[in-house]
Protein backbone atom coordinates (compact mmCIF):
# COMPACT_ATOMS: atom_id res chain seq x y z
CA UNK A 1 0.00 0.00 0.00
CA UNK A 2 2.91 2.69 0.97
CA UNK A 3 4.60 2.25 -2.62
CA UNK A 4 0.62 3.01 -3.89
CA UNK A 5 0.62 5.85 -2.16
CA UNK A 6 4.31 7.40 -3.22
CA UNK A 7 3.44 6.73 -6.88
CA UNK A 8 -0.19 8.73 -5.97
CA UNK A 9 1.95 11.59 -4.70
CA UNK A 10 4.35 11.18 -7.41
CA UNK A 11 1.82 11.71 -10.29
CA UNK A 12 0.42 14.85 -8.09
CA UNK A 13 3.82 15.98 -8.18
CA UNK A 14 4.72 15.28 -11.90
CA UNK A 15 1.18 16.76 -12.86
CA UNK A 16 1.76 19.84 -10.56
CA UNK A 17 5.90 20.13 -11.87
CA UNK A 18 4.36 20.49 -15.65
CA UNK A 19 2.07 22.59 -15.32
CA UNK A 20 4.15 25.07 -13.66
CA UNK A 21 6.94 24.28 -16.15
CA UNK A 22 4.10 25.85 -18.96
CA UNK A 23 4.62 29.50 -17.50
CA UNK A 24 8.42 29.26 -17.62
CA UNK A 25 9.78 32.37 -19.57
CA UNK A 26 13.34 32.49 -20.31
CA UNK A 27 15.50 35.89 -21.46
CA UNK A 28 17.49 34.10 -24.10
CA UNK A 29 16.27 32.84 -27.72
CA UNK A 30 15.64 28.96 -27.31
CA UNK A 31 13.84 27.26 -29.95
CA UNK A 32 11.74 24.81 -28.19
CA UNK A 33 11.61 27.17 -25.08
CA UNK A 34 12.49 26.64 -21.91
CA UNK A 35 9.67 24.58 -20.63
CA UNK A 36 10.60 21.59 -22.36
CA UNK A 37 12.87 19.64 -20.18
CA UNK A 38 11.06 20.18 -16.99
CA UNK A 39 8.02 18.56 -18.82
CA UNK A 40 9.50 15.66 -20.26
CA UNK A 41 11.09 15.32 -16.38
CA UNK A 42 7.62 15.53 -15.38
CA UNK A 43 6.44 12.89 -17.87
CA UNK A 44 8.93 10.61 -16.56
CA UNK A 45 7.97 11.21 -13.25
CA UNK A 46 4.42 10.61 -13.51
CA UNK A 47 5.30 7.64 -15.53
CA UNK A 48 7.30 6.27 -12.49
CA UNK A 49 4.27 6.98 -10.19
CA UNK A 50 2.50 4.78 -12.51
CA UNK A 51 4.45 2.23 -12.41
CA UNK A 52 4.45 2.36 -8.53
CA UNK A 53 0.74 2.35 -8.46
CA UNK A 54 -0.16 -1.22 -10.58
CA UNK A 55 3.61 -2.78 -10.02
CA UNK A 56 4.10 -2.16 -5.76
CA UNK A 57 6.41 -4.16 -4.31
CA UNK A 58 4.84 -6.98 -2.91
CA UNK A 59 7.02 -7.03 0.61
CA UNK A 60 8.11 -2.91 0.82
CA UNK A 61 11.02 -2.39 3.28
CA UNK A 62 11.03 1.47 5.08
CA UNK A 63 14.09 2.06 6.62
CA UNK A 64 13.98 4.32 9.69
CA UNK A 65 16.26 5.65 12.48
CA UNK A 66 19.62 7.24 11.03
CA UNK A 67 18.68 6.39 7.41
CA UNK A 68 15.86 8.53 7.89
CA UNK A 69 17.85 11.46 9.41
CA UNK A 70 20.36 11.32 6.73
CA UNK A 71 17.49 11.84 3.48
CA UNK A 72 16.12 14.75 5.65
CA UNK A 73 19.43 16.35 5.92
CA UNK A 74 19.47 16.13 2.32
CA UNK A 75 16.35 17.60 1.73
CA UNK A 76 17.71 20.57 4.22
CA UNK A 77 21.00 21.17 2.35
CA UNK A 78 19.69 21.13 -1.41
CA UNK A 79 17.03 23.86 0.43
CA UNK A 80 19.74 25.54 1.45
CA UNK A 81 21.74 24.95 -2.15
CA UNK A 82 18.85 26.61 -4.01
CA UNK A 83 18.98 29.69 -1.88
CA UNK A 84 22.10 30.47 -1.26
CA UNK A 85 22.65 29.53 -5.21
CA UNK A 86 22.44 33.19 -6.14
CA UNK A 87 24.02 35.33 -2.93
CA UNK A 88 27.25 32.70 -2.89
CA UNK A 89 27.36 31.68 -6.51
CA UNK A 90 27.22 28.20 -8.69
CA UNK A 91 30.77 27.22 -8.22
CA UNK A 92 31.22 27.75 -4.05
CA UNK A 93 27.37 26.57 -3.43
CA UNK A 94 27.71 23.70 -5.89
CA UNK A 95 31.03 22.33 -4.22
CA UNK A 96 29.84 22.49 -0.84
CA UNK A 97 26.71 20.70 -1.60
CA UNK A 98 28.34 18.00 -3.70
CA UNK A 99 30.71 17.63 -0.89
CA UNK A 100 28.75 17.46 1.70
CA UNK A 101 26.56 14.78 0.28
CA UNK A 102 29.56 13.03 -1.09
CA UNK A 103 31.04 12.76 2.47
CA UNK A 104 27.74 11.92 4.01
CA UNK A 105 27.86 8.70 1.24
CA UNK A 106 30.92 7.56 2.61
CA UNK A 107 33.56 9.35 1.48
CA UNK A 108 36.79 10.92 3.27
CA UNK A 109 36.40 14.59 3.77
CA UNK A 110 39.52 15.34 1.49
CA UNK A 111 38.20 13.28 -1.49
CA UNK A 112 34.67 14.72 -1.00
CA UNK A 113 35.81 17.84 -1.17
CA UNK A 114 37.73 17.42 -3.87
CA UNK A 115 35.02 15.51 -5.83
CA UNK A 116 32.74 18.41 -4.90
CA UNK A 117 35.25 21.34 -6.06
CA UNK A 118 35.79 18.73 -9.31
CA UNK A 119 31.80 18.63 -10.35
CA UNK A 120 31.36 22.76 -9.53
CA UNK A 121 34.17 23.38 -11.79
CA UNK A 122 32.72 20.98 -14.48
CA UNK A 123 29.30 21.70 -14.47
CA UNK A 124 30.37 25.72 -14.78
CA UNK A 125 32.88 25.02 -17.68
CA UNK A 126 30.07 22.65 -19.40
CA UNK A 127 27.25 25.31 -19.01
CA UNK A 128 28.56 28.98 -19.53
CA UNK A 129 31.23 27.51 -22.30
CA UNK A 130 29.40 24.71 -23.96
CA UNK A 131 26.01 25.28 -23.69
CA UNK A 132 26.24 29.05 -23.00
CA UNK A 133 24.03 29.06 -19.96
CA UNK A 134 24.52 32.07 -17.58
CA UNK A 135 25.18 30.66 -13.96
CA UNK A 136 24.83 33.27 -10.46
CA UNK A 137 28.34 34.10 -9.98
CA UNK A 138 27.43 35.18 -6.50
CA UNK A 139 26.56 38.72 -4.91
CA UNK A 140 27.56 38.24 -1.28
CA UNK A 141 31.58 38.39 -1.78
CA UNK A 142 31.16 40.91 -4.58
CA UNK A 143 33.04 44.12 -3.92
CA UNK A 144 30.93 47.72 -4.48
Do not use: N
Not at 92 to 115: C, D, E, N
Amino acid sequence: MSDRIVGLGLMILAAWYGWSAGHYEADFSDPVGPAIFPQVLAVLIAVLGLWLVFRPDPEPRWDGGLVLVVQAASIVLMLAYALLLVPVGFVLATTVLAGVLAAMLGARPLPAVVSGAAVAVGCYVLFTHGLELALPTGTLFAGG
